[in-house]
């Protein structure tokens, strides 16, 4: 389509920005265009990208030129970072900061910021409930994303801040599914405590996304959080052991032990699974569902998910 509008997608190759190009290229008449940017353009997942009709574009977050030019000519941009590759929530804020100045620069209409709360406005670093990491954050890769939104609002970028949540992919690649308990029996152990729990299917975030761009205006400025259900860990847990056709027991495993596993980012996890926990009503208040819906109408249950994936989550 000759006058479609181009929507330049961070984290194309990947699992968020991944769905939103793909929703675009589904929808032929829907009056936009996908431009991928990728520091790899020849890997596998840009090669498809490119083959499913996306325009490739190298561009590097910690390249802010290579940002300005990848920009170039869209319309509107999606922006996600990667805490997991680094770690580092300092770097996250570096590169959020360099996509806010490379947006302004190249004249973006509207950017999509894939961003979490800072848990920090809910828990100051002072309170003891749970430790404090890295120097000054409770929860590394929330607050990194939460603290990052000002400098979009700040450069004067037309913004719409998206609240995200957990992936159930999570079953999958996090190593977070249910695993076989000394006595046989399939276990979820996870800190969700009893509360409800925002969660979804990730090519439902990049769906959603393109919901917002769709909008256009009227959620500038906006934070729109989304989630596929909000369901207790118990839920969760009946949930794939209908799937799997075997009973699944939800074990509420105390923060503080998951913060002691010793894997890259478990304190991390830990307190992000205890603030969720803590502040549920209001995190689950920033995610609706029935929002999500109306932005993207393919929006799956967990049940929905389960049966076209069950097969993937490992069990040992
Ligand atoms: N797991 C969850 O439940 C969950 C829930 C909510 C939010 N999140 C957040 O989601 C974020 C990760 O998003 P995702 O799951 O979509 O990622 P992903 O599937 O792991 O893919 C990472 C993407 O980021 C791109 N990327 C990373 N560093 C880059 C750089 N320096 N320059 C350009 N592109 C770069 C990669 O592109 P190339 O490698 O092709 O360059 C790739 O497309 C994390 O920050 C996490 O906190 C996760």
């Known amino acids: 389509m000759a006058d479609a509008r181009l929507i330049a997608v961070v984290g194309a190759t990947g699992a968020q920005g991944g769905g939103l190009v793909r929703a675009i290229l589904a929808d032929a008449g829907g009056g936009f265009k996908a431009r991928a940017l990728t520091r790899k353009v020849d890997s596998d997942n840009a090669r498809a990208l490119a083959a499913a009709g996306a325009e490739v574009v190298a561009a590097d977050l910690d390249d802010e030129a290579s940002l300005v030019r990848a920009l170039d000519g869209a319309h509107g941009a999606y922006f996600v970072t990667n805490f997991w590759e680094h770690f580092s929530p300092d770097k996250e804020q570096a590169q959020a900061a360099a996509l806010a100045r490379a947006a302004k620069a190249a004249g973006i209409a509207h950017a999509v910021w894939s961003t979490l709360e800072d848990s920090r406005n809910f828990i100051p670093l002072a309170d003891e409930r749970m430790p404090t990491l890295m120097g000054r954050y409770k929860v590394p890769h929330f607050d990194a994303k939460g603290e990052s939104d000002h400098l979009f609002t700040d450069a004067g970028v037309p913004t719409t801040f998206l609240l995200t949540s957990f992936y159930w992919e999570n079953l999958i690649f996090f190593g977070l599914g249910p695993k076989r308990a000394a006595d046989g029996v399939l276990e979820w152990a996870i800190p969700l405590g009893a509360g409800r729990f925002p969660s ?109 994936n069950k097969a993937r989550i490992p069990i040992a």
């Not at 509420?252 to 926990?277: C, I, K, T, W, Y």
């Not at 995190?283 to 049940?303: G, H, I, S, V, W």
């Open 200 to 308: 979804i299917a990730v090519e439902d975030i990049g769906r959603c996304a393109y919901g917002v761009f769709k909008r256009g205006a009227e959620l500038i400025g906006q934070r729109v959080g989304i989630a596929g259900e909000l369901l207790t860990g118990a839920e969760m847990a009946a949930a794939m052991g209908a799937a799997l056709g075997e009973p699944v027991r939800y074990q509420a495993l105390d923060p503080a032990l998951f913060r002691s596993f010793g894997f890259p980012g478990a304190e991390d996890l830990g307190n992000m699974f205890q603030f969720n926990v803590e502040f549920a009503d209001a995190f689950c208040a920033a995610r609706d569902p029935a929002r999500a819906r109306a932005l993207n109408p393919a929006l799956q249950t967990f049940a929905q998910w389960l049966a076209a």
